[in-house]
């Protein structure tokens, strides 16, 4: 997804709360919206004192810390390096670690760059601002602080945060005659840069807690980069070889934590009878390649986005919920058969900003993609997990791209997020017909805005 700079200006519960926090929701549903929020996050944040802080693992198709099954319930908030970098706003990383952990999210994606520009991490080549890396070291200490696991991406696609395109700017001033930001994934020189940055970022020693980030269980994994496309080369030639050699440089420094490659999900040359399945007919020329991609030595679990209000021009809300549930089935169903691996639905939304959308179809979204993951996942040996995008504290709506989720203006919302932590708890010990069977019923409580 396309971010935005701002202006320069659970773990699970335990298992031993499972009895208590279905009587208590009983209780809170009768409950005036605001002491259910409050009681909701009460629930939520135990569970975690006891459980030691394990590196999270990929077993065959699951994660696990330890001998316990690990599920990714997560969240996008990609600005929490800038924002920790400046006293005037590191309280805003508190908060929305805070309330995602009361609410039972257990995992965070966040950027681990930002390349040139205003408050950049990366300077140019080689070239780092002390403070800005501070600020990351806070959000890993505060992510442990607070339960939560991180997912650390390298660099963005896009533009935004600077992207291939600034390394492309890098190159052009070194003299390199680079003829589009495509050479990003090919010319040596700027792979040498990629490769120094990211040894840089997984060697570092956390000034906060005086461990490198590559020993540090807090994060979960390592995203080589933000939705990766090579359309000037529809084979995806060239972007397979990027992986290849990425993927072995980072597992060459880090070997423990686990790595993926931050891809969309779109099918590719290599599997021509699912490329009906893209979203649109170009999707299937952008340069990736979904099966061939996670075939690549060292990546550990597959990364997929599912954004039908960019995708599709349609209307019609359900044509959107179908086409949900019908892409991550396909996808699931790929990572068990011929991955053998987990998957993680990296970024999931709706923009209310879309005159097609509001504020309650962007929570039947979010409830579809939990709802999907459950139900496919129920016959399958494949585990894994999906990340909202994006999770807001208050205070931020200048930051606000419409996909926003404010946990503490929407009641309904909340209840919803903590069912499901509650569900993949219960079905990770159980199974997924327990997990229905315990679910919270549904609430009358409306928005509050």
């Not at 390592?222 to 992986?243: H, M, V, Y």
Request: charged share 20%; hydrophobic share 40%.
């Amino acid at each position: 997804m396309v971010t935005l700079l701002p202006n320069p200006t659970s773990h699970f519960f335990s298992p031993s709360l499972q009895s208590i926090f279905l009587s208590t929701f009983f209780i809170l549903l009768i409950e005036d919206s605001s002491t259910l929020i409050d009681r909701a996050r009460g629930v939520a944040l135990t569970g975690m004192e006891d459980d030691p802080w394990l590196l999270v693992e990929k077993k065959g198709g699951h994660f696990a810390a330890g001998d316990r099954p690990f599920f990714v319930h997560g969240f996008n908030t990609y600005w929490l390096m800038v924002f920790a970098a400046d006293p005037d706003t590191r309280s805003k990383v508190s908060d929305v670690l805070r309330e995602a952990s009361s609410a039972g999210l257990n995992v965070c994606r966040t950027w681990a760059f930002n390349d040139g520009g205003w408050r950049a991490l990366q300077v140019s080549p080689h070239v780092y601002d002390d403070q800005v890396f501070e600020g990351l070291d806070f959000v890993v200490s505060e992510a442990r602080k607070h339960g939560v696991r991180l997912i650390l991406s390298f660099c963005n696609n896009w533009e935004d945060y600077g992207g291939k395109a600034q390394y492309v700017r890098w190159g052009k001033d070194a003299g390199l005659d680079l003829s589009s930001d495509d050479a990003f994934f090919s010319d040596p020189t700027l792979k040498g840069y990629y490769k120094a940055f990211a040894k840089t970022v997984i060697t570092r020693i956390n000034t906060f807690t005086n461990v490198a980030y590559k020993d540090d269980p807090t994060i979960l994994a390592w995203e080589l980069i933000n939705e990766p496309r090579c359309p000037s080369d529809p084979s995806g030639d060239t972007l397979q070889a990027w992986f290849e050699e990425m993927v072995a440089h980072v597992k060459s420094i880090d070997p423990v934590h686990m790595l993926e490659i931050g891809v969309e999900g779109f099918y590719g040359p290599s599997t021509p009878e699912r490329l009906e399945l893209n979203p649109y007919e170009s999707a299937g020329r952008e340069g990736t390649d979904f099966i061939r991609n996670h075939q690549v030595p060292g990546v550990d679990f597959a990364s997929v986005h599912v954004y039908s209000d960019t995708w599709l021009p349609d209307p019609d809300s359900n044509v959107h919920l179908q086409f949900v549930r019908a892409w991550m089935h396909q996808h699931i169903e790929d990572a068990e058969a011929l991955l053998g691996m987990p998957i993680v639905f990296g970024e999931f939304g709706v923009s209310v900003k879309d005159e097609r959308f509001n504020s309650e179809f962007q929570q039947t979204f979010m409830e579809t993609v939990y709802d999907t993951f459950l139900s496919s996942s129920q016959n399958r040996d494949v585990g894994g997990g999906s990340l909202v995008w994006q999770l807001f504290p208050e205070g931020t709506d200048h930051m606000d791209d419409g996909y926003a989720v404010v946990l503490a203006r929407s009641p309904s919302t909340m209840l919803m997020v903590s069912r499901h932590s509650e569900n993949l708890n219960v079905y990770r010990l159980g199974g997924y017909n327990e997990a229905k069977e315990s679910s919270i019923p549904e609430s009358n409580i409306h928005d509050e805005l």
